[in-house]
T-cell receptor, first 114, second 107 residues
Framework: GAGVSQSPSNKVTEKGKDVELRCDPISGHTALYWYRQRLGQGLEFLIYFQGNSAPDKSGLPSDRFSAERTGESVSTLTIQRTQQEDSAVYLC????????????FGNGTRLTVT | KNEVEQSPQNLTAQEGEFITINCSYSVGISALHWLQQHPGGGIVSLFMLSSGKKKHGRLIATINIQEKHSSLHITASHPRDSAVYICAVTDGNKLVFGAGTILRVKS
């Protein structure tokens, strides 16, 4: 596809369940980023991948959050034992070169934990 | 003090007006990004710049590295420009985002 694709676009889950969010970056983009945006708030950095390694995981809020990336392709963000405070829009972005080329964002996954 | 400060936080303009949104930062940077987020949530990259000025259509972005300041200008504003405009700067190995400026252009 031409842009960054995220799935699902919406996810409603019960507290305590695990969820997996997927991001397909633009082909050839080496850098991939996950952000979280709570309602009415700014973008919060979660993790960044360079290829399939994650040099910076400092934004992951707890050990319930993990992410992986296959090569320079798909990434998944997994949230275990979801809590209500995990409700947010999770945005993925990719760029050709880390920090030195424009970011391309997906449309996000809106996660609601009930 | 936040590393990236945007002003104003909210801005209402009449269609056709010239609009300026400001971004000041306190860290050394290699690049600054201006992003646009529409009410539906999608984020679009408008500019990435490290010096001088860039122009795209009715949008102009400038940066002054010495003063650690950037401005985003919109000429002949239109209601479809209504969105949140976000400034982000590189700080070491990560991007740091401003809180955003909510722009509403009335017809």
């Amino acid at each position: 596809g031409a842009g960054v694709s995220q799935s699902p676009s919406n996810k409603v889950t019960e507290k305590g369940k695990d969820v997996e969010l997927r991001c397909d970056p633009i082909s050839g983009h080496t850098a991939l980023y996950w952000y979280r945006q709570r309602l009415g708030q700014g973008l919060e950095f979660l993790i960044y991948f360079q290829g399939n390694s994650a040099p910076d995981k400092s934004g992951l809020p707890s050990d319930r959050f993990s992410a992986e990336r296959t090569g320079e392709s798909v990434s998944t963000l997994t949230i275990q034992r979801t809590q209500q405070e995990d409700s947010a829009v999770y945005l993925c972005a990719s760029s050709f070169v880390h920090l030195n080329s424009p970011l391309h964002f997906g449309n996000g996954t809106r996660l609601t934990v009930t | 003090k936040n590393e990236v400060e945007q002003s104003p936080q909210n801005l209402t303009a009449q269609e056709g007006e010239f609009i300026t949104i400001n971004c000041s930062y306190s860290v050394g940077i290699s690049a600054l990004h201006w992003l646009q987020q529409h009410p539906g949530g999608g984020i679009v990259s408008l500019f990435m710049l490290s010096s001088g000025k860039k122009k795209h259509g009715r949008l102009i972005a400038t940066i002054n590295i010495q003063e650690k300041h950037s401005s985003l200008h919109i000429t002949a504003s239109h209601p479809r420009d209504s969105a949140v405009y976000i400034c982000a700067v590189t700080d070491g190995n990560k991007l740091v985002f401003g809180a955003g400026t909510i722009l509403r252009v009335k017809s």
